[in-house]
Every structure is written in structure tokens, then in C-alpha cells.
């Protein structure tokens, strides 16, 4: 059965879709795209899907006119975004061996480099391995602004002994020579006014060393598609900067291209009260939305309220063995019964990615609903050979 209030803001009816399962409904994702595109179209900046935050295929064909290619944190994520998404690829990782050097080199455009050291060990072997595939690759150099915005000190890149950047003074004494630009990533969920104090961080460490090069990447982490974020201020941030250093400017978001696009539809399975109601859930919270634990954050329920707002309030778990597997409290207008459906919201980024089998838990199916459709079309189920496959 599927409660009414839990459909309000939904465009499809979540008892209609296998559970557990991720629906991402494309006219959201293309409400994102239409965003980034105009800040595009207005500033004439690049924009990268950051791959790491979302990365369903099945809906690419929703975000190509908006977007100018992909990034990349490993070569598994470098050849989806040259095989799938097509534009260029950006390659960025903390640490690379020669392997990875030279798969990245075979498929991505641009390869990040976290450290001289690294820089000038893999700069020749990357350039002769991209011609040997009749290619061209560029490099680039990540750099730490020294200046942090603070929040989860786990997102936090320019924390203390973070490993994430080049320090300026790691820069005396070095050539310049062959990189085409400079990379910065610092933020996480913020909105333009943390870019404008970073940039002044930026420039003030980094501005000098602008000059011959093409283009800087200001990163990922601008929450540019959240209804708050001051669209007009970014935009005028990236117009002043290309106008003073006279280079291109790149982002990468991967929460602003899918932020709010997507949910996790689970199925009430039992309900007892041991010291306060529970419900426990066919989901499981570290396997199939283990930011919730990691970062941690309460998601939104459709439907569902604070604990104590609404007349029935219950603990809502997974069913897994781990203790820690629980969503939060939360209040329903209704008791809840087995067979209720829960739609929980903003389940597109940092979700599907970051699935994991603990506990031999089946990954949810991945649904996509088409602009103009009511029901999501199952694009992926996955069994038991998914879990079998991982191991040996
Ligand atoms: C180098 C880099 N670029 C882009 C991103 C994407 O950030 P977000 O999804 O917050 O926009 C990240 C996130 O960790 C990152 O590390």
C-alpha cells in the first residue's frame, strides 16, 4: 500500500517500482542542467560532471547539452566518461602509478598532478603513451590555497597536513614548464560567497603563475543548482576572473548536476517497539546510502516529519547485522505496517556510487523516469553474482 502523503512532489507512484530501488527522475536532472547550462552560455566557463558523485550512464543522454565532459578520479571513471559521456576528460587523482598514468594517458585529455614529484616522473611517459594512441594530453597541477572554509572535517581539503594540493611554498625552484593549468578544489556544498574568499586565497598565493597558463580549475563542491545559491555572483566571479588572468576557468560539480534529481524507494518489512518504535527497512543505510552515516546527515522522508511533529513517530533501520544501520527518527501521520513504501529524497549523488555488498546486502535496482513518463523504467537489477563477482 502506498500512503497519498507519501506522493505529494513525486512525479511517479512509488508502489509501483521494485524495493529497494534508486529512481532518478531526468526532467529534475535536466532542471540542474538548464542551470549550469546558462552559467555557461553567460560566463563562457567549462563545465566537468565530477563522475565520483554520479555516475548512472543510463541518464548521460539528459546532461551532454549542458556539459562539457567529465572528471575523473581514477581510469575506471576516465574511460565512463570517454566511453559514455563523450567532451573531454579531466584526470585527477592523489596518487598515481605508472599504470595509471598511462591508462589515463590512453583516454583523458587532461591529467591533475598532486605533487612535482609526481609531475615530473609520469609528464614524458604520459606524453609518449598518449601518442602512441595518436593523442595529445595535457597536464595540470592541483594546488591547496591554504585557505579553508570550514565544515566535515573529513570534506575538508585545505584542513591541516591534508594531502590534497601543492602548498606554494613546494613551488621555489620549480619549472612551469608543460603545465597548461592550475586546479583547485576546496569546497564542499557551498555557496559563491566561499568561492570569492577562496579566490582572493587563491590569487593571493597563486595569482603570479596565472599568467602562461590556459585555464584554472576552480574544483568541484559549488552547490550552483540549490534554489539558494547566488547563480549571479558565481557568474560574476568566473567573468572577473577570466578577465583579469585571461584564461579559461573550469568547474566540476558532481552534487550540482544531480542534487535533488533522485530517490531511494525502500519497503517497510517489520515493525516492533523495543524502548520506541522501529521499523525496519529492506534497505540497508551503510550499503546503499552510507553518506547518511559518513558525513553524517538525516535524509528527507516524503511525507514524514521531525520526531514527536506528526502523531506517529519511529526509529527507522535497515536490515543489515550492523547496529549503526539506521536512517534516523522521523513522524508519519499514519502508523507504519509492513508493505509501506518510503520515499527517501536527494538520493542521486554520492548513493549509486558508493554502494557496497556488507553483508551480502543486494544493491538497489537503479530506475531512470523519462521527461513525460509516470513510470520510472528499470534500467539495472543486480543478484547475486554482483555480490559473487566482488569476491573470489
Ligand atoms: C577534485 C574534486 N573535484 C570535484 C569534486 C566534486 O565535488 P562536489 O560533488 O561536491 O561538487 C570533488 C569531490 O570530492 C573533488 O574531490
Given amino acids: 500500500m502506498t500512503r497519498p502523503a507519501l506522493r505529494e512532489g513525486l512525479r511517479f507512484d512509488p508502489g509501483r517500482v521494485p524495493t529497494p530501488c534508486y529512481v532518478v527522475d531526468a526532467a529534475l536532472l535536466r532542471r540542474n542542467a538548464e542551470i549550469l547550462n546558462a552559467v555557461r552560455g553567460r560566463t563562457g566557463c567549462r563545465i566537468l560532471l ?17 556539459l562539457d565532459g567529465t572528471c575523473a578520479s581514477s581510469p575506471h571513471e576516465a574511460r565512463l566518461g570517454r566511453e559514455e559521456f563523450g567532451g573531454e576528460v579531466h584526470a585527477f587523482a592523489a596518487g598515481m602509478n605508472e599504470a595509471h598514468v598511462r591508462e589515463f594517458a590512453a583516454l583523458a585529455d587532461h591529467i591533475v598532478f598532486n605533487s612535482f614529484r609526481q609531475f615530473e616522473k609520469f609528464r614524458d611517459i604520459a606524453r609518449e603513451a598518449a601518442h602512441e594512441k595518436g593523442r595529445e594530453v595535457h597536464f595540470a597541477l592541483r594546488v591547496n590555497p591554504e ?24 613551488f621555489a625552484g620549480k619549472s612551469l614548464a608543460g603545465v597548461t593549468g592550475l586546479h583547485f578544489h576546496t569546497l564542499c556544498q557551498h555557496n559563491a560567497d566561499a568561492l570569492k574568499r577562496t579566490l582572493e586565497a587563491f590569487e593571493a598565493r597563486f595569482g603570479d603563475l596565472i599568467g602562461g597558463l590556459a585555464y584554472v580549475n576552480f574544483g568541484g563542491g559549488h552547490h550552483i543548482t540549490r534554489p539558494d545559491y547566488d547563480v549571479e555572483l558565481l557568474c560574476r566571479l568566473i567573468e572577473d ?10 568547474l566540476e560539480p558532481g552534487e550540482a548536476v544531480a542534487l535533488n534529481a533522485g530517490f531511494l524507494v525502500a519497503e517497510v518489512m517489520d515493525v516492533v517497539t523495543r524502548g520506541m518504535p522501529l521499523a525496519i527497512l529492506d534497505t540497508a543505510v551503510p550499503c546503499h546510502m552510507p553518506d547518511v552515516i559518513e558525513m553524517p546527515y538525516r535524509p528527507e522522508i516524503i511525507g514524514a516529519g521531525a520526531p514527536g511533529e506528526k502523531a506517529h513517530t519511529y526509529r527507522l533501520g535497515g536490515l543489515s547485522c550492523l547496529a549503526g544501520d539506521v536512517a534516523g527518527d522521523y513522524s508519519f501521520d499514519e502508523p507504519l505496517s509492513p508493505g509501506d513504501r518510503l520515499v527517501f529524497c536527494d538520493m542521486a549523488i554520492y548513493s549509486m556510487v558508493k554502494t557496497n555488498t556488507f553483508n551480502g546486502v543486494n544493491l538497489p535496482a537503479i530506475c531512470l ?4 513518463e509516470e513510470t520510472p523504467r528499470v534500467v539495472k537489477t543486480f543478484g547475486y553474482e554482483d555480490f559473487k563477482g566482488r569476491l573470489s
Fill in 147 to 170: 585557505h579553508s572554509e570550514g565544515h566535515t572535517p573529513i570534506y575538508d581539503p585545505c584542513g591541516p597536513c591534508s594531502r590534497l594540493g601543492i602548498h606554494r611554498a613546494e
Fill in 50 to 66: 565530477a563522475l565520483k558523485g554520479f555516475a548512472m550512464w543510463s541518464a548521460f543522454d539528459h546532461l551532454r547539452f549542458a
Fill in 241 to 250: 576572473f577570466k578577465a583579469r588572468h585571461g584564461v579559461q576557468v573550469y
Fill in 369 to 372: 523516469l523519462e521527461p513525460g
